[in-house]
């Protein structure tokens, strides 16, 4: 006969398994580099039909098999970085050194 307190403690112990499971497959999605249309849309915040055109300009970096679209989510993080806006500072300091190496023949 099943008591209570056994009923609560095989649940905990299902509840455990289930957690570990979840963080298991979390980490396996999260390296996982190669990603369909629908996840590139939410990663770059834009609409499915959005980055379909950007793939048929080329102007998003994308993996063609057949009619199959993939990404690369590390080379659409980079994409994403390359248009990241240089603060006053940071442009201040280039030109910095910029004049630096003019100055000693760098250029």
Do not use: C
């Not at 979390?26 to 580099?33: I, L, S, V």
């Not at 190669?34 to 994308?62: C, F, M, W």
């Not at 993939?70 to 910029?98: C, H, M, P, Q, Y």
């Amino acid at each position: 006969m099943l008591t209570l307190e056994l009923v609560e403690s095989r649940l905990l112990g299902i509840e455990e398994k289930l957690s570990f499971l979840a963080s298991i497959l979390a980490t396996d999605k999260k390296d996982q580099d190669i990603i369909d249309i629908a996840e590139a849309a939410k990663l770059v915040n834009q609409t499915v039909g959005t980055i379909y055109t950007k793939t048929s300009r080329r102007t998003i970096p994308h993996i063609k098999k057949g009619k199959l679209v993939l990404f690369s989510r590390k080379k659409l993080i980079e994409w994403l970085e390359e248009g990241n806006v240089k603060t006053v500072s940071e442009e201040i300091a280039d030109a910095e050194k910029f004049r630096v190496n003019k100055m000693q023949g760098k250029n």
